[in-house]
């Protein structure tokens, strides 16, 4: 089956440092791969931080970078200068269109800390 | 803009209780889910529906029952409530198919605790 590895478990960042939190996918059933990173900031909902249809495409929001490494079966999550309020957890997702499948496949999360 | 509201946002119950979880969405969105939050484990599907009056189990959907009785409301019961089971139940919607990026969109959550 489809399945999404990303760092796992919590990070944590001084303020002002660089961050990556690794995502590898793997896509088995019929469809195209769309790729996603979701964010829950506390006390908030779930949201769509940024999204990639289109493989080698880049995406960005919030100073977040994520590219669609299709021969890698990557889409890491990188941002150049954290802040404290970028503390939340990260959930990649592969969601697959085009073939009828319905189940977005998500990954375990990963806890971000940022100390000031 | 749409909206996804889950109700209640907390839910106490008692062991053994069933207990629903109501959603709704005004995104009019043809497809709808029931996730499962814990820490450590990710997001696990509990539950979807492709369209009104369909029901697709997940891969968490024993212990569990669901009901889409229209386009914009989708509800998850717990069958017998376990003590201890705290987690934070979160509903969600799309448009899936070619025409859509299969984006989905989600509520705020409704928390769980068995006393």
């Known amino acids: 089956g489809d399945s999404v590895t990303q760092t796992e478990g919590q990070v944590t960042v001084s303020e002002s440092k660089s961050l990556i939190i690794n995502c590898t996918y793997s896509a088995t059933s019929i469809g195209y791969p769309n790729l996603f990173w979701y964010v829950r900031y506390p006390g908030e909902g779930l949201q769509l931080l940024l999204k990639?249809?289109?493989?080698?495409q880049k995406g960005s929001s919030r100073g977040f970078e994520a590219t669609y490494n299709k021969e890698a079966t990557s889409f890491h999550l990188q941002k150049a200068s954290v802040q404290e309020s970028d503390s939340a957890v990260y959930y990649c997702a592969l969601i697959l269109t085009s073939g009828g499948n319905y189940k977005p496949t998500f990954g375990k999360g990963t806890s971000l800390v940022v100390h000031p | 803009g749409g909206i996804i509201t889950q109700t209640p946002k907390f839910l106490i119950g008692q062991e053994g209780q069933k207990l629903t979880l109501k959603c709704q969405q005004n995104f009019n969105h043809d497809t709808m889910y029931w996730y499962r939050q814990d820490s450590g484990k990710g997001l696990r599907l509990i539950y979807y529906?492709?369209?009104?009056?369909?029901?697709q189990k997940g891969d968490l959907s024993e212990g569990y029952d669901a009901s889409r009785e229209k386009k914009s409301s989708f509800s998850l019961t717990v069958t017998s409530a376990q003590k201890n089971e705290m987690a934070v139940f979160l509903c969600a919607s799309s448009i899936p198919g070619d025409a859509n990026t299969g984006q989905l969109y989600f509520g705020e959550g409704s928390k769980l605790t068995v006393l």
């Open positions: 990639v249809i289109t493989a080698g």
């Open positions: 529906s492709i369209t009104e009056n369909d029901l």
